[in-house]
């Protein structure tokens, strides 16, 4: 990313999610399908089978959570990405045909970099996990999975209000995470505890907003 400008920098970043709906096949004369049926050709009622089917993916009862968060919007976004796997992940782009440098892990550059990796299974996320778990004061399995991970870190017995704030926080890490991963290229690995910190003055940020009472 050092040839970019940092107003380019998104602009790749959002070039690098539309590839993950981009397959590449070699030898194959381009041409405009419809995804919405079985013909591949466009009708009215393809095309609304389509947006019916994403508007009820979109508020399955996961997502309705996520979407009660009091994050930005476009972070909101970022983590129904994750959960959907779409993700401008290494392993997603090789699958897609995208040419990678590496796949390697981005934090870590051990293993090979997934969703199930990158934000939950890598040393450095388990460790900024760790800071988050230590600071809200509970103890839990993190679940590898970024679906049953999303759905263990709201607390059964908690009101809608502060599994909201948990969601909030959730969305946080796993923000924090992926920006800090597309940022290490020019500054290098940081710090966990530094990720963390800006995880809580994030989260503060959002449920200040809307003016929830939340103790640090």
């Not at 009862?61 to 009660?68: A, C, R, Y």
């Not at 970024?146 to 709201?154: G, I, L, S, T, V």
């Not at 924090?176 to 290229?185: A, G, M, T, V």
């Not at 503060?204 to 809307?210: K, M, P, Q, R």
């Amino acid at each position: 990313m050092t040839s970019f400008f940092e107003w380019e920098k998104s602009l790749a970043e959002q070039l690098g999610q539309l590839l993950l709906e981009v397959r590449v096949v070699s030898g194959e004369v381009d041409g405009w399908i419809g995804k919405g049926g079985d013909s591949q050709s466009y009708s009215v009622n393809s095309a609304y089978n389509l947006v019916r089917n994403d508007k009820e993916t979109m508020f399955s009862p996961i997502f309705s959570k996520l979407w009660k968060s009091k994050a930005i919007p476009s972070t909101a976004l970022m983590a129904w990405r994750l959960l959907e796997n779409k993700l401008a992940i290494r392993v997603n782009l090789s699958r897609r045909g995208v040419l990678v440098d590496s796949s390697a892990c981005g934090l870590c550059g051990l293993v090979e970099e997934s969703c199930c990796h990158l934000f939950f299974d890598c040393s450095f996320a388990r460790r900024v996990w760790g800071l988050c778990h230590r600071w809200l004061g509970v103890s839990m399995a993190s679940h590898i999975l970024p679906k049953c991970n999303f759905d263990h870190f709201r607390l059964s017995c908690a009101s809608e209000t502060v599994n909201n704030v948990c969601t909030t926080i959730w969305v946080g890490v796993v923000s924090e995470l992926w920006k800090h991963r597309n940022i290490i290229f020019n500054r290098g690995v940081g710090d966990a505890s530094e990720v963390f910190s800006l995880v809580q003055v994030k989260v503060w940020l959002w449920v200040s907003i809307v003016s929830l009472v939340f103790l640090f």
